[in-house]
């Protein structure tokens, strides 16, 4: 379970306000990812990166941004632009291309905006 | 892009049987089907996975089923338990892209 963490687990925040959650792995994978996930939905990719310094948006990157500085961290924020920002949030990181191997999950973050 | 869509949302099976969840995919360049199971509150964990040039693996009591063709796969798990009790996802994925199902809610009633 220590593989990849996530914090806090819970996130409360006023409407207007940027929020930054936070992903961090001690796996050495490359790659590592940010997905939403809704009550009765399957999990929606935000953005994912292959590499440090580098990183791609997913199918539903408006109103959030990332930063991939050191391998091991890959901070989310959270802005004012997302609509809809309550939600869980879930990190995760694989050893190569995110099409083709196992993704490990870190435990989440459940922010709520009020 | 690719579209995944998985069946049926909600399954109850009496604990000994059988259940089913079958996904089907668009991309025919998808080639990794991975299977993740995720329990109350907690993260989604890997329980099995194929890839394209395999038709079935089996693992215990579970086993994953893949036509290229039809471009469905299923997930079959025997003899279930309370404990199998989760949601289930199916994903689709290829080189730089992986897109998961909606989910299946099995409830295994004692």
């Known amino acids: 379970d220590g593989g990849i963490t996530q914090s806090p687990k819970y996130l409360f925040r006023k409407e207007g306000q940027n929020v930054t959650l936070s992903c961090e792995q001690n796996l050495n994978h490359d790659a590592m990812y940010w997905y939403r996930q809704d009550p009765g939905q399957g999990l929606r990719l935000i953005y994912y990166s292959q590499i440090v310094n580098d990183f791609q948006k997913g199918d539903i990157a408006e109103g959030y941004s990332v930063s991939r500085e050191k391998k091991e961290s890959f901070p989310l924020t959270v802005t004012s632009a997302q609509k809809n920002p309550t939600a869980f949030y879930l990190c995760a990181s694989s ?14 973050t459940r922010l709520t905006v009020t | 892009g690719e579209n995944v ?4 949302s ?6 000994g049987d059988s259940a089913v969840i079958k996904c089907t995919y668009s991309d025919s360049a998808s080639n990794y089907f991975p299977w993740y199971k995720q329990e109350l509150g907690k993260r989604p ?3 099995i996975d194929i890839r394209s040039n395999v038709g079935e693996k089996k693992d215990q009591r579970i086993a994953v089923t893949l036509n290229k063709t039809a471009k469905h796969f299923s997930l079959h798990i025997t003899e279930t338990q ?19 199902g909606t989910g299946t809610k099995l409830q295994v009633i004692p």
């Open chain 1, 95 to 108: 050893i190569g291309d995110r099409g083709g191997y196992e993704q490990y999950f870190g435990p989440g």
């Open chain 2, 5 to 8: 869509e998985q069946h049926p």
């Open chain 2, 10 to 15: 909600t399954l109850s099976v009496q604990e």
């Open chain 2, 45 to 47: 964990q890997l329980i």
């Open chain 2, 82 to 100: 309370p404990e199998d009790s989760a949601v289930y996802f199916c994903v689709a994925g290829g080189y730089q892209k992986v897109t998961f």
